[in-house]
C-alpha cells in the first residue's frame, strides 16, 4: 500500500516537495509512483546550478516498466542532486521520501501544488 508522508506536498505528476527546512526544497518522487513505476533502474537528473520551471520536464526515472518524465514541481535553481539516488536507482523504490530524495532547488515562485490530503483524494486513497 502506497503511503503520503501528510508534511509533505504533491504535484499532480507525482513529484512530492519537502519547504518545511529552512534553505532550498527538497524533491522527491512519491511512494504512489515508485508503486506503479515498478524496480526503478535508472535516474536522470538535472545538474547542480541547473534552472527548472514548474510543470516543465526535468529528468526521467526509468523502471522494468516504463520510462517517465520527471517535473519540476517549483522554479528555482538546483542547489544539489542525491548522486546515491543516481548510484543506486533502487532507493527510489526502498525510501521515496528519505534517502531515495532527487534534488533541492532554491525556490523562486512554485507550480500548483497539492497538501497530501488532496494528492490522497486525487489518487483514490483514504488519507
Not at 28 to 52: E, F, K, N, Q, R
Not at 100 to 114: C, H, I, R
Amino acid at each position: 500500500m502506497s503511503i503520503i508522508k501528510s508534511a509533505l506536498r504533491y504535484s499532480a505528476e507525482h513529484e512530492w516537495i519537502d519547504t518545511a527546512e529552512t534553505g532550498p526544497a527538497t524533491i522527491g518522487v512519491s511512494a504512489i509512483a515508485t508503486d506503479a513505476l515498478g524496480d526503478v533502474v535508472y535516474v536522470s537528473l538535472p545538474d547542480v546550478g541547473d534552472a527548472v520551471t514548474a510543470g516543465e520536464s526535468c529528468g526521467e526515472v526509468e523502471s522494468t516498466k516504463s520510462v517517465s518524465d520527471l517535473y519540476a514541481p517549483v522554479t528555482g535553481v538546483v542547489t544539489e542532486i542525491n548522486q546515491e539516488a543516481i548510484d543506486n536507482p533502487g532507493i527510489l523504490n526502498e525510501d521515496p521520501y528519505g534517502a531515495g530524495w532527487l534534488f533541492k532547488v532554491d525556490v523562486a515562485s512554485e507550480g500548483p501544488l497539492l497538501t497530501a490530503e488532496e494528492y490522497a483524494q486525487k489518487n483514490g486513497i483514504d488519507a
